[in-house]
């Protein structure tokens, strides 16, 4: 069985190629990386919180999270600078296109619900952001090991300069865009 990196080279690289009308290969848009980032606003109270978030992100992803920390002191918050507040990991290369499949053919099919992802979440240079409410919908993820529920922000960077090549791509590659009916 393929995989998806192979089937970009195989098959959908050629078709974005003919189908944007691009002379040179190297215009031909393609992903560059993916950033999942969790936001731990109760760690401040719960260090706990960061270690079980740091857990389910290795688990979803096979790497190490990144803790991020504060860059400024905000006393209305109860934060001070350089405490930690969010993880987050950055895949390239093949993780990146495992989790893609993963994403696209296993959790997102396991959304409540779920109708179809939302075209408006491009930033007008080709990347695309998405948000999910919680991280149970990740096979990975035991329901017994959850102390809270936490959302999480994927971000698919691109190498399009539009937001319609990139569409286009994300398309191809399977992500589940909900296509509006003319009436």
Same mark, same amino acid.
């Given at each position: ?46 260090? !706990? ?64 619900? +779920? ?6 979440? +491009? ?47 994300? !398309?191809?590659?399977? +992500? ?8």
């Amino acid at each position: 069985m393929k995989t998806l990196k192979e089937i970009y080279q195989d098959e959908i690289f050629a078709s974005l190629k003919e189908e944007l009308d691009l002379s040179n290969v190297h215009e031909v848009p393609c992903l560059v990386k993916v950033v999942i980032n969790v936001g731990l606003g109760e760690s401040a109270q719960n260090a !706990k919180s960061l270690d079980e978030a740091i857990q389910h992100l290795t688990l979803m992803t096979g790497q190490k999270p990144l803790v991020t920390r504060a860059k400024k002191s905000i006393a209305g918050f109860k934060v001070r600078e350089g405490m930690p507040i969010g993880a987050m990991v950055t895949l390239r290369g093949d993780r990146m296109y495992d989790f893609v499949s993963k994403l696209v053919n296993v959790v997102l099919p396991r959304i409540r619900d +779920f109708r179809g992802l939302n075209d408006h979440g +491009f930033d007008g240079r080709g990347n695309y952001n998405l948000g999910l409410k919680d991280q149970l919908i990740f096979p990975e993820i035991d329901y017994d090991m959850i102390t809270k529920v936490r959302g999480l922000n994927i971000t698919v960077v691109t190498s399009s300069s539009s937001d319609t090549e990139a569409l286009s791509l994300l !398309k191809k590659l399977g +992500f589940p865009f909900v296509t509006k009916a003319s009436t």
